[in-house]
């Protein structure tokens, strides 16, 4: 009577198992980027601003759109541009003229939402410092910090 080879019974379960695993993380991944990803187009859907919208806003236009055909866009508007942002498709733009964003839809943005400090991974600078030193609210504690500083000559 032959023996089993503890081995071959050894590497197919073992095989079998390790199979397993990596089926289930990869579908635990695959369904969590998923899940994910709809949360994220949902959310962009519920929080794009309104045609009528005016004031500074984060303006997306389509991929690989060329800086040349933003500019001109942005001029088109009237609009000025405050900054760049880290995607050569996403820029901070500024108008107080009514109808703002429906004129960059019109010149060619996808859309446009309310700039957030922090999140709008502004370009020039290291990390979280030159995404700081954009925000209004940073300019504004400086200021007033400076204000409260005693001038050099006073300490003495």
Do not use: H
Not at 23 to 40: C, D, E, P, S, Y
Not at 90 to 116: C, H, M, N, T, Y
Request: hydrophobic fraction near 45%; charge should be neutral; glycine fraction near 8%.
């Amino acid at each position: 009577m032959p023996t089993p080879n503890p081995t071959t019974s050894t590497t197919t379960r073992v095989g079998l198992t390790s199979l397993s695993q990596t089926a289930v993380a990869f579908w635990t991944l695959t369904v969590g980027t998923l899940v994910m990803l709809i949360l994220i187009a949902t959310l962009a859907a519920v929080t794009r601003l309104p045609d009528a919208t005016s004031g500074t806003v984060l303006a997306v236009f389509p991929p690989r759109t060329p800086t040349d055909d933003v500019f001109a866009a942005v001029d088109q508007t009237d609009a000025r541009i405050i900054r760049a942002t880290l995607f050569s498709n996403a820029w901070i733009v500024e108008s107080q003229a009514p109808d703002f964003v429906g004129r960059l839809r019109g010149a060619g943005a996808l859309a446009a939402w309310k700039p957030v400090s922090g999140v709008s991974f502004a370009v020039g600078g290291c990390g979280f410092g030159a995404i700081m030193s954009n925000d209004p609210a940073f300019d504004a504690a400086a200021q007033d910090i400076r204000r409260l500083q005693i001038p050099a000559e006073q300490s003495l």
